[in-house]
C-alpha cells in the first residue's frame, strides 16, 4: 500500500511509509525525507486531546533547504 502525497501542484509522489510521519521537504532539489520522530505523533495527540478531537490521518511537511543544497551554496560562497 502507497499514500500519494500533495506537496506539489505538477508532480505526483508516493509514500510507501503507512506509518505516522512528517516529510521533510527541500525547496531547492526537492528532496523529501521522512522523519519518524515519535514527538510529532505526541503534538498531534496533545492536540487533539485538548481540542477534545479525534484525530484520523493527518499530514505534517516542513519545508526548507537540506543540508546537500546548503553544503553547495556555501562552496559557491567561497
Not at 27 to 34: A, R
Not at 61 to 69: A, E, L, P, R
Request: glycine share 2%; net charge negative; aromatic share 6%.
Amino acid at each position: 500500500m502507497i499514500q500519494e502525497l500533495n506537496l506539489e501542484k505538477d508532480q505526483a509522489r508516493f509514500d510507501p511509509n503507512m506509518e505516522p510521519h512528517a516529510h521533510l521537504v527541500c525547496l531547492q532539489c526537492k528532496s523529501i525525507s521522512d522523519c519518524t520522530d515519535p514527538m510529532i505523533s505526541e503534538i498531534v495527540d496533545r492536540m487533539s486531546n485538548k481540542a477534545d478531537f479525534s484525530a484520523g490521518e493527518w499530514n505534517f511537511d516542513v519545508y526548507g533547504i537540506c543540508s546537500n543544497c546548503r553544503l553547495k551554496k556555501s562552496l559557491c560562497d567561497k
